[in-house]
Every structure is written in C-alpha cells, then in structure tokens.
C-alpha cells in the first residue's frame, strides 16, 4: 500500500492544505481489505477532493496568503509523510548515491523552500501527476493486495504487473523531476493556478471514472482469483478433490449393469427368441444384487459428500494428518494379494467369511450369503442333461453369489455407517480386504468346479461356454472389488 | 425372483416405531409366511413384488423394509427420496406407535420433496386383538379419522394370518397408479420413485413425448 498511499497523501495536502488532511486518514486503509470497502472509500475521498479543490479556488482568489500561512503550518506536520514517501521516490529513482537520511534532510530543505515559495501552486502541479499515478497506483495495488492475499499470481499477471510498476516508477520519476523543478516557477500566478484547477477538475473526473473501472477490473479480478483458488490455486484443495471426486469421474457400477442388461434384452427382443436366454446382468438383477448395489452407492455417494464438507473445515497440519489417515484406509482396501489362483472350498469360505464379517460389524447377517453358497454347492454336485444347461447353471451361480455378496457389503455399509465405535476403521479395512478375497475366492472356485464340468464335453460350443464361464467369473471379481470399495468413504467418514 | 414383465416400476418405503411389525408385514407380501421370531432390521432391507391391477397394468413394487430403530435414522432417511409412496405403520396394541404416525408422516413428506408422496396407514398385530393375546390401545375409529383428516387409505392387518396384507398394498398401488393416470406424477430422470417397465418401451416413448410436449405448450 505504501507507495500510492503516500503520493494520495501529498495530492490532498497541495491541494487542500488543513482539509486535505482529512482525507489522508481516510485513506489510512489497512494494507488488505476487502475491495468493495476500499472502492467507496475511494469514491467518498474524490467528492471530498472535489469539494476541496472549489475551497482552494476560491481561497486561492480570495485570501492567497492565509492558505499559504495554513500550508505551512500543515507542512511542517506533513513533513514526516512526504518525508518517508520521498525517501522512497529519491530511493526509487536510483539518482543519489546519498543514503536515505541524508536524502531526506535535503528533501525536507526542498520542501520548506517549497513552501516559501507557494505551496499550494506547487501542490497544485504535483497533484495532477500524483492523482493520476494514484489512480493507477490504487488499482494496482488492489489487485497486488489480492494477489498477495490469494496467493501467487499466474505469469502473465506477474508481467503485466511489472509493466505497471514500471509505469508508476516513471510516473514516479516525473514527480520528482517536477519536484525540483517547480520551485524555479512563478507558481503564484493567479492564471496558471486556475488552470491547474480545471486540470484537477478534469483529473478528478478521469481519476474517478479510472477508480470505477478500475473496481470493476479488480472486482473481475477477485470473481476471477477466487475461481482460480477453488479450481486449483490451493494444493490442500486439489489433494481433497482427488480424495472426492476418484469415483465421480467412473460411471457407476450398476448403470453399467444396467445398461448391460437391458441390451441384452433388446437384442433378444430384435431375434425375436421366444425364450430370452439370461444374460449375466439380467440374472444378476433378478437376483437383486443390482439393487443393493445401487444402495451401496447411495449410501458411498453420501458418505462422499459428508466427507468432503468435513475435510473443508480443516486445513493445514490438521488435514494433512486426516488425508494421511484416510488414504491409510485406503491403502488398506487395495490389498494386492498375490495369489491369483487360490480357490476356497464350501467350509472354507464359510469359516473365513463369519470370521470376517464378525470383525467388521457383529451385526451383520451371513446366513443369507451362506444359504446361497450352500445352495450353489449343492446345484454344481447334480446331474447335468447337458452342456447348455451346465452354463446356464454357471453363470446363474455367479450372479447369485456376487448378488449376495452385493447384498453383504451394502449392510457391511450401513453398520459401519451406524457403528463407528466398535472397531478401528484400519481394522475393519483389513478385514474388509481379506472378505472381499474370500468372495472372490469362492467365485473362482464355482467357475472353475463349472468348467471342469463342461471339459467332459467335446462338442464345438464347448470352448466358448467355458471361456464365458471364466469371463463372467472374473467379472463377478471386478464387480464384488468395485462395490468393496464403494465402502471407502463409509470407513474413511467413521474415522472423522 | 421377482417377476421380469411389467409395466411400471413403484418404489414404496415402509416406516414406523421399532417392533410394530414392518418386516413381518412385508416378509408375508414377499413370501406368504409368517416368521414368528425375526431379529431387527439392520439399516434398511430391500423386497420387490411384482402385483397385477385388475385390468391394468403390471406394477412392480420395490418395496424398502426400513430399520425403526433411532440409530438407523440417517441411513432410512437416505430411502425416502427415490419413494413414491410411503406405508404408515403401527402396532395396534401400542398406543405410542400410532401416536407417532403424524412425526413418521411429516418425516416422509418433508424427505419426498416435491413430489407428494402416496400415504396408508396400517395397523399390524391384528391377530392378536381377535385371538385375546393382546389388548387393543388403538381403535379403528381413530386410525379411520386419521385417515380421513389426511385423505389417506386405512387399514388393520395381521402378518400372521395373512389378513388385509394384500389389501394394503394393492391400496397404495391403485392410488399412485391413478395419479399417473390423472398427470399428476410424471416419470422423471434422476427421481426412481416411479420408472416403466421393459415390457413397456412403446408406452414409455409415448410418454417422454408427452414430457416433451408440455414446455412447448406452456410457452405458447
């Protein structure tokens, strides 16, 4: 703020004498403050300059003498402001090689000498190259103060920035060079000062129409700063919106099956086929799974939003430690196991999954997954009439059980949901991993018990049914993996 | 399995006080038994049925079984939303479970927002009234004035014999199912209270251009 500050200060002090004063503390503005407060403040200080510069028209006619008297008394009160604000500009110009109290001791000579001469006057040529660079000054330094308050300005914003600093320098220099100059001029002269008036008047009306637009770029400037910041200026915030917004780039899980299933039968519609052969997807929603995996979402959707609301609360060290925290759940949800071919028998499955789900909520019901699995047990031991009505069953086993696994994890969901306090959420992402692989586990074991099946056969469809079994069973296995990761954030919510 | 034909798709949600027999209720719609020990709805379970209008259209019911208990409340109220319709259920033999019905009701209006959700009020554990194992704290008579100050279908059921089950549900199905007859509930993207079936892809064309022509008749 220093530099236009004080330049403001030495405009209304030569127009104005005592009065300018008071709009020097007006201006005494904080170095940041919200700019709307600063552009009326600014409007309020140009009616006062221009009621101030009537005043000298007609003090300047009528009592000269007087103003020059108050002048000086009010110069001597100035002196510590031009002082500092000339310091600056001898500083700025780079001409002396003086240092800066001797600089100043010679400025407050010059202005005394100033002062004997015709304050005012002198002023008068001041203010109008003063009121112009603080127009621009003002500006500036707005959008300087916001920059600064936001954060670091974007390049072409730094070059354009430097050019107007640069203009201001010279705007700058030309002051001073008038400030050494002016004093040699006939400065009481009754015509130059009245047209150094209507130069003000007119200065007044372009610095005022400057100000305006000049609050609107800067107004267009914050609009445009504050986006910038939302967008990406903060790095905490984009490490938040990667944390938020991972899954909303994907299409969700169940439109997928969704639309899966309803081309399906739409093809099946077009082949006018009596009987609709069941599709993965199809079965899978009659099963229900696609509707449990649509509440698995909503709940995830939630608990997403939840999150992100709490995660703007925090800043510095304090989000740092909960990011940690949280991609520590997550890191945990992506367990890499190794063994891609491990299988697990009926017994095992159940044992590992009551174990599992036990640990993460002891609410939660097994039966039904176990029901199903029995069940899919008992189907793949029968007798098959034949081939087709082997794939049939393999596929229908794999929708069910990944239904059911879909079914799982929703009410794992909800109880983590409800029941924050039983368990570490690092636990229960652990065990989470460890359930997820068991499902998966038993999946591969359906469709390889199903294949091995079909190999008894050695008819031309034979191939294909099985390269369709094990398609669909590492679909099932992608599609139990995304929906056990819908339950990051309902883990990650529990630990906030 | 629910059955795969149909032509819309209804989404009810069933709400009340913990233990007046929601799931009872609609384990006998589901299954057509009775379960006489059930443990507590964890969150919120999820049935579909699909039910026949006489000479209308085939209307599946997804149907959302909520938890009533207090802890629940933040996953249930999640549910009422994509509702179309919502089932007020009581224990007749309870009084506080009826005198809750109006803050259950209000719960459901001010989640289903804008649209005005179906309303029915049904009273469970009618069985135990007629066989003497229990006392009735509430009487037709007050769930019946209820009703009418509300302009809603009442009913007293009984999940154990089967009694008035069917009846409550199909009474919500007519009266959404009227309402989208009279207009006043269109299909809408993004709201799952009411979809159209698979077996109703013409129907469903027809209606999109209806949608489609209502702005443009409104700005004429």
């Known amino acids: 703020m220093s530099d236009s500050e004080v330049e403001f200060e030495s405009a209304d002090e030569g127009s104005q004498g005592g009065d300018g004063w008071e709009i ?143 203009i201001k320098d010279l705007n700058e220099t030309k002051v001073n060079d008038e400030l050494t100059e002016e004093p040699s001029e006939s400065i009481l002269d009754t015509n130059y000062f009245l047209s150094n008036v209507s130069q003000i008047t007119k200065i007044v009306e372009t610095t005022g129409s400057k100000i305006i637009s000049g609050g609107l770029d800067t107004l267009e400037t914050v609009g445009k700063k504050t986006l910038e910041v939302l967008q990406d200026g903060d790095p905490g915030l984009r490490k938040k919106r990667a944390i938020f917004f ?41 099963f229900q799974g696609l509707i449990h995996l649509e509440s698995l979402e909503l709940l995830s959707k939630q608990c997403q939003m939840k999150l992100q609301t709490v995660l703007l609360s925090y800043s510095g060290t304090q989000l740092t430690d909960i990011q940690d925290q949280l991609d520590q759940i997550k890191d945990l949800c992506y367990l890499d196991f190794e063994d891609d071919e491990k299988i697990m028998t009926i017994e095992e499955f159940k044992n590992s999954l009551i174990t599992y789900v036990n640990q993460i909520s002891s609410d939660v019901k097994t039966e039904k997954i176990l029901r199903v699995s029995d069940l899919i047990d008992e189907k793949s031991n029968k007798e098959f009439d034949n081939e087709d009505s082997i794939h049939d069953e393999a596929i229908s086993a794999l929708a069910e059980l990944t239904a059911a696994a879909m079914e799982l994890f929703y009410k794992l969901g909800e109880m983590i949901m409800i029941d924050t306090q039983s368990q570490l959420a690092t636990v229960k992402a652990e065990k989470l991993s460890l359930l997820n692989e068991s499902v998966c586990c038993r999946i591969r074991f359906i469709a390889n018990k199903y294949a091995s099946l079909l190999t008894k056969y050695d008819a031309d469809d034979t191939s294909n049914n099985i390269s369709d079994v094990y398609l669909e069973s590492s679909n099932s296995s992608s599609y139990i993996q995304d929906a056990a990761q819908l339950l990051i954030p309902i883990l990650q919510l529990s630990v906030i | ?95 506080a479970s009826f005198d809750h019905i109006p803050i259950w009701m209000n719960d459901a209006k001010r989640h289903i927002e804008p649209h005005r959700p179906v309303f029915v009020l049904v009273g469970c554990k009618l069985d135990l009234v007629n066989n003497g194992a229990g006392k009735r704290e509430v009487t037709e008579e007050e769930a019946k004035q209820f009703g009418a100050e509300h302009n809603i279908f009442t009913v007293e059921t009984s999940a154990k014999t089967g009694s008035n089950v069917e009846l409550a549900f199909s009474a919500i199905t007519q009266e959404i199912y009227q309402r989208i007859k009279s ?20 129907a469903n064309i027809d209606f999109n251009n209806y949608i489609e022509a209502e702005p443009a008749k409104s700005c004429c």
């Open chain 1, 24 to 166: 020097e503390n007006d201006f005494d503005l904080p170095d940041v403050k919200p700019v709307p407060q600063e552009t009326e403040s600014t409007g309020t200080k140009l009616s006062t300059l221009s009621n101030v510069s009537d005043k000298v028209v007609t003090e300047q006619n009528v009592k000269c003498d007087d103003t020059l008297k108050s002048g000086e008394n009010d110069a001597s009160n100035a002196v510590s402001t031009v002082q500092s604000k000339l310091n600056k500009l001898v500083v700025n110009n780079d001409n002396s090689t003086k240092s800066v109290p001797q600089i100043s001791e010679v400025v407050q000579n010059e202005i005394m000498q100033t002062n004997s001469q015709g304050w005012g006057g002198w002023s008068s040529g001041w203010s109008v190259n003063s009121l112009l660079s603080t127009a621009t000054a003002l500006t500036n330094q707005v959008s300087q103060g916001i920059t600064n308050v936001i954060g670091a300005p974007a390049p072409e914003q730094l070059a354009s920035v430097d050019k107007d600093k640069e």
């Open chain 2, 1 to 95: 399995m629910a059955d795969l034909m149909f032509d819309y798709q209804f989404r009810l949600i069933l709400i009340g006080d913990s233990t007046v027999g929601k799931s009872s209720l609609l384990k006998f719609f589901n299954d057509g038994k009775f379960v006489e020990v059930s443990d507590p709805t964890v969150g919120v379970d999820f049935f579909a049925r699909t039910i026949q209008i006489p000479s209308g259209p085939r209307i599946k019911l997804q149907l959302w079984d909520t938890a009533g208990q207090e802890r629940f409340r933040s996953i249930t109220k999640s549910y009422y939303r994509n509702s179309v319709g919502a089932l007020l259920i009581y224990d007749i033999t309870k009084r």
């Open chain 2, 183 to 202: 207009g006043e509930y269109q299909m809408e993207e993004g709201w799952d209270g009411i979809k159209s079936g698979y077996s109703h892809h013409s």
């Open chain 1, 246 to 286: 991972q899954n909303t780039e994907k299409i969700n899980l169940s439109q997928v099956l969704q639309e899966a299933k309803e081309k399906a039968e739409i093809e099946s519609k077009q082949n006018n086929q009596v009987e609709v052969r069941k599709g993965y997807a199809y079965l899978f929603d009659s």
